[in-house]
């Protein structure tokens, strides 16, 4: 008989540690969900890790891999709790980081709050050195002046260093002189070099790349040793792989090296889950929407794959604002934070004008009805008022709920906006979710899309319960929701991809392009992202799939478009494919094109990727049995669509079989979600174990009432005329 081997997969949010068991023979998958612990985040992994082993009964030394992401580095950036940090920069340039792009996200705030440099003016020191656009030395580098920077900033009891020099991408020599001289002379600092972390133009931007991973570089290699080492305190010697923002996965080493690219880990393993469900379910083009107890996020998988970028946003000043945060120049699956999450506390303003969001009590003290110590209620409050959550079975029992305690929280501010308990708490559901669906709709429409055409798929102890009402918002008519969809961003981190992004500047014109000279540079990158999958995945038997891409532009342009280009070899015949290739996409993107004009090509990139597990799952979906009864409780919730509390069926999700049809309103539950169903809608098991909900129905009677209700303003209007 054949020893049962397992994939472990911890990933660690603002409220909950979410934790699955794979075996990797049968596809079966177990999960348990324990509270993150923020002081010492390795905590609830442990206690969460034994308790699942333990009641399971499985063994430690069967753990064949594990896969971590972690919103550990994103909080250090947001908290500014990172590690004391300094720059060095070329002589003239030390204000780059405040002087940014002279850019005011909101115009006529006469109070705005810019976001604040990681290092202060005092601590961001200049070394003499220059290097031409070309990469030919205009000046020497001062390697004195240097090491009298790094000894000033090591006597000011810094712990690491970034290294920003001027044009470092075209020639990377200065800036990795500068770093062997101040690790022979400080070997305790950590330093970090803008060639290695962002290799690429645009000065501003390559600063803050590496002035974050600098600052996040000391609690990442503390953090990751740490957690290596318990892993294997527990009996566990497989090695830990970590998730990157682009939704693959590295080796430790390479995550030390380089911990800035892990700063959207557990949102892209959500993305991933969302991809990999919805192909299960024969939906290509889905909007993964995960929601967990501190935020919300969507993507969208077009063609089965989630949209990447490479820039996005960190420590945003005001979080739902483009503009406000950090630009950090990676590879990231592309996700827009589009609410709150349960957490999320609610309150009347100055106006009287209920708000949710965006502070939120986390895990400690938690919403008022975990009874840690809570007084300001949440969202997960109002759910539970309205019945939409199991007291005892929440989170897999783990908590009970204590409704009492929510009540007596909402009440001053119901009987504040002249309400009932019940309908304050409906209000406050209703405006998460529309805050959410009008951030969705806003982000789908930028992208060239249209929501209606997707379907929405449903992850993290959230989403089930207010995704129906956010796709009903957008007109999406479809939503998916996958089998442990609390936990299912931990099983995307077992379905990750090893996965390793590169990429190098080139700022030229594509008529003076050498070809032969671009395929080699292309050859370099390929060969430097193939040496991290095979040390990620040694001995992997699946061949590694290679994709080339440039951003290009019209000349005088100011941004570019990441065009996917050919495999090579290049020769003089490819610049018209690449050109086609790149209108084609340019009128796609922005419907027009300029009437002539010459193509450059900027930056160009290398995405290589093996695969690391097998795609099987086994959904735990019961075979259908004729004429067989399913059993269900019933449950007091309000029906929105109703205005009351209502007794609706709730059912077990685990014993559904495939093919079983529910009539909203409904709840289904399980112990990591529950699924709030909808007065209209219809919903049905399909064969891969994922809810298939139709709002159809529903989503037309809320535009027969639009419809109504407007005719009869109109009649109302026009007999005041009268």
């Not at 592309?334 to 303003?349: K, P």
């Not at 909808?678 to 529903?698: E, M, N, Q």
């Amino acid at each position: 008989m054949t020893t049962p081997t397992y994939s472990l997969g911890i990933d660690i949010g603002g409220t909950f540690t979410d934790i699955v068991v794979y075996a990797n023979d049968t596809g079966r998958a177990v999960s348990h969900k324990e509270l993150t612990t923020p002081a010492a985040p390795h905590q609830g992994v442990l206690t969460g890790v034994a308790r699942l082993f333990e009641r399971e009964g499985l063994d430690y030394a069967a753990v064949t891999r594990v896969i971590h992401a972690t919103t550990l580095f994103t909080n250090a950036l947001i908290e500014r709790k990172g590690a004391r940090t300094g720059l060095i920069t070329t002589a003239g340039f030390r204000d780059t980081l405040e002087m940014a792009r002279e850019h005011k996200y909101e115009l006529y705030d006469l109070h705005i709050e810019l976001p604040k440099a990681l290092v202060p003016r005092h601590l961001r020191l200049e070394a003499t050195e220059r290097m031409r656009p070309d990469g030919t030395v205009l000046t020497p580098l001062d390697e004195a002046g240097l090491l009298a920077c790094a000894d000033e900033l090591a006597a000011a009891g810094l712990q690491s260093i970034a290294i920003v020099f001027l044009h470092a991408y075209a020639n990377p020599a200065h800036e990795r002189r500068a770093r062997e001289l101040i690790a022979a002379r400080h070997p305790e600092l950590f330093v970090s070099i803008s060639s290695e972390v962002s290799p690429q133009i645009r000065e501003y931007e390559r600063s803050v790349t590496t002035v974050a991973n600098a600052y996040v570089k000391p609690l990442a290699d503390g953090y990751l040793d740490l957690m290596t080492a318990q892993i294997k305190g527990l009996g566990i010697t497989a090695p830990l792989f970590m998730m990157l923002s682009n939704g693959g996965l590295t080796h430790v080493e390479e995550a030390k090296r380089v911990p800035i690219q892990l700063l959207e880990s557990g949102p892209a393993a959500g993305a991933l889950a969302g991809a990999f469900f919805g192909e299960r379910s024969g939906i290509e083009d889905v909007l993964a929407f995960d929601m967990g107890g501190t935020t919300a996020k969507l993507a969208i998988v077009d063609g089965g794959e989630p949209l990447i970028a490479h820039q996005f946003e960190a420590s945003r000043e005001k979080r739902l604002t483009e503009g406000s945060g950090l630009p950090i120049s990676i590879s990231t699956i592309e996700l827009i934070e589009i609410g709150a999450g349960g957490g999320s506390l609610a309150q009347l303003d100055a106006m009287g004008l209920l708000k949710v969001g965006p502070e939120s009590a986390a895990s400690d003290p938690g919403p008022v009805c975990y009874g840690r110590g809570g007084t300001q209620p949440t969202v997960t409050d109002a759910n539970l008022i309205l019945g939409f959550l199991d007291p005892a079975g929440f989170a897999g029992g783990t908590i009970t709920l204590d409704v009492a305690k929510a009540e007596a929280a909402m009440a001053p501010l119901a009987a504040q906006a002249g309400v009932s308990v019940p309908e304050f708490a409906w209000g406050i559901h209703s405006i998460v979710n529309e805050n959410m669906s009008g951030a969705a709709r806003v982000h789908v429409a930028e992208r060239g899309h249209n929501a209606g055409r997707f379907s929405m798929l449903l992850t993290g102890g959230g989403g089930p319960l207010h995704g129906c009402e956010v796709a009903r918002s957008l007109g999406t008519r479809r939503v998916v929701c996958p089998p442990g969809a609390g936990v299912a961003s931990a099983l995307g981190l077992l379905m990750a991809p090893a996965r390793v992004d590169r990429m190098a500047t080139v700022a030229r014109r594509l008529s003076r392009i050498d070809w032969a000279e671009l395929d080699r540079a292309f050859g370099v990158l390929e060969a430097d992202a193939l040496a991290v999958v095979d040390a990620t995945l040694p001995g992997r038997a699946a061949a590694p799939r290679i994709v080339r891409s440039a951003d290009l532009r019209f000349v005088g342009q100011g941004f570019e478009v990441v065009t996917e280009l050919p495999a090579g070899p290049y020769g003089e015949a490819t610049a018209r494919a690449v050109i086609e290739a790149f209108n084609s996409l340019y009128l796609k993107t922005f419907t027009q094109a300029p009437p002539r004009g010459e193509v450059e090509i900027v930056n160009i990139r290398v995405a290589v990727s093996a695969e690391a597990a097998a795609s099987t799952l086994d959904a735990g979906a019961a075979a259908p049995q004729a004429g067989a009864t399913v059993p269900s409780m019933r449950r007091r919730i309000w029906v929105g669509a109703h205005g009351r509390y209502e007794e609706v069926p709730v059912f077990l999700r685990e014993v559904l079989p495939v093919g079983f049809e529910i009539a909203g309103p409904a709840i289904v539950q399980e112990a990591s979600s529950t699924l709030v169903l909808p007065a209209g809608s219809r919903t049905c098991v399909d064969a891969s174990g994922s809810l298939i909900v139709d709002l159809t129905d529903s989503i037309q009677r809320d535009a027969e009432k639009a419809q109504t209700k407007a005719s009869e303003a109109h009649t109302e209007r026009d007999k005041q005329c009268v």
